[in-house]
């Protein structure tokens, strides 16, 4: 089944606790992209990539960190989280060239 | 990008057309317009595109006006499964803004 994944789907953690959230696809897309979604205020991009080695900041990047060593992963990585990044956080992909983007289910992060 | 105006919250009796409109009258002519729904607090997920026809899939239709400036999603036979928040997107380069979008209630 084609799909984006992201682990952990939720997660509780204390302020400056590095963390990694993982997101992987399986459709070979080269564009994938980092949301978060906060009350009243939308989905706001992070960050994206248009393929292996290539990323680039989105609207909010502060405070967050990506990588793109293969192209199914797209792992988001916060080194000091801070209370003001609880949020829900989405991943997405989709082909270049085709704007239907696949989302993942979603992580919830609570950062106290 | 052009900026996008939905009304904020509709309503639509169980079995009728949603009709949910969205105006981006500063769309320039090369961008797109999109749709997305969001139900409860799962991934957008896609519902139909299009740049100047009108267009048609198995969800959905989209109406765009002829000067480009409003388009309308209709559902044409709205269950509650399709109670959603519904994002209208004008993309002309990379990336998606998504605006607060239209909370539409599907009533029993």
């Known amino acids: 089944e084609a799909q984006v994944t992201q682990n952990p789907r939720y997660l509780i953690t204390v302020t400056g606790k590095k963390l990694t959230v993982t997101c992987s696809q399986n459709m070979n897309h080269e564009y994938m992209s980092w949301y978060r979604q906060d009350p009243g205020l939308g989905l706001r991009q992070i960050y994206y990539s248009m393929n292996v080695e290539v990323t680039d900041k989105g609207d909010v990047p502060e405070g967050y960190k990506v990588s793109r060593k293969e192209k199914r992963n797209f792992p988001l990585i916060l080194e000091s989280p801070s209370p003001n990044q609880t949020s829900l956080y989405f991943c997405?992909?989709?082909?270049?060239?085709?704007?239907?983007?696949?989302f993942g289910p979603g992580t919830r992060l609570t950062v106290t | 990008d052009a900026k996008t105006t939905q009304p904020p919250s509709m309503d639509c009796a169980e079995g009728r057309a949603a009709n949910l409109p969205c105006n981006h009258s500063?769309?320039?002519?090369?961008?797109?317009v999109y749709w997305y729904r969001q139900i409860h607090s799962q991934g957008p997920q896609y519902i139909i595109h299009g740049l100047k026809n009108n267009e048609t899939n198995e969800m959905a239709s989209l109406i765009i006006t002829e000067d480009r400036k409003s388009s309308t999603l209709i559902l044409p036979h709205a269950t509650l499964r399709d109670t959603a928040v519904y994002y209208c997107i004008v993309l002309g380069g990379q990336n998606f803004v998504f605006g607060p979008g239209t909370r539409l209630s599907v009533l029993p």
């Open positions: 500063t769309i320039s002519g090369n961008e797109y």
């Open positions: 997405a992909s989709r082909p270049t060239g085709d704007y239907e983007q696949y």
